[in-house]
């Protein structure tokens, strides 16, 4: 399917608009479209089917569960992607260039101002809050994140990564969410990557490791 055609359709209005938003109800996108919920749901099924979205229980306040919907990577081919080649070959130039300790000392820097710029955002007094707040600062910057509460910590989960075909050969990009995750929320174990072929990236803090985070 062309992709200027495919945006053209209902389908491909509610993929970019799931892109903008990170992820959202039916009922939100027929909102957007002045479409009823049950014609977007009917859409929802269909982009389900064909992978490239996926649907998950989110609770929004003390009402009961809402169901909301998230691009998968697969999406992304419907994306420009020549950005992600130029910064695979920039990288790969530096590797050549000066080693891989400049690339690594690259992603320390980007790290560096990651931290300087998220710490004044994410305060919270447990590991579940600052989770939260910094699932806020990922879904700002277009991520997909959702937070969980698990068996003696908290959970992070990014449903897509915009860098995730650069980070399959280069995984340093991979350290920067690590660094700012274990510096304001505690020291966390991942559980799958999409870099190595997941279907998200999934963090985990435990009460033990964030009792020392700031």
Known sequence: MHADRFFQSTRGRIVEELRRR???????LAASFNL???AVRQQLIVLERDGLVVERSVRRGPTKPTLEFSLTPLADRYFPQAYDRMLSAVLREL????????VERLFEGIADRTLAKVRERITGDNAHERAA???DVLREQG??????????????REHHCPYSEVAKENPEVCSVIHR???ETIGEHAQTES????GRECRFEVRSATAAAAP
């Open 22 to 28: 990170g992820s959202a109800s039916a009922a939100d």
């Open 36 to 38: 009823s919920p049950n």
């Open 194 to 197: 999409i870099a190595t072929g």
């Open 180 to 182: 700012v995750i274990d």
């Open 133 to 135: 707040q910094l699932g």
């Open 95 to 102: 590797r050549e260039q000066h080693g891989p300790e400049a």
């Open 143 to 156: 991520v997909s994140a959702t937070v969980n509460l698990i068996e003696g910590g908290v959970e992070l």
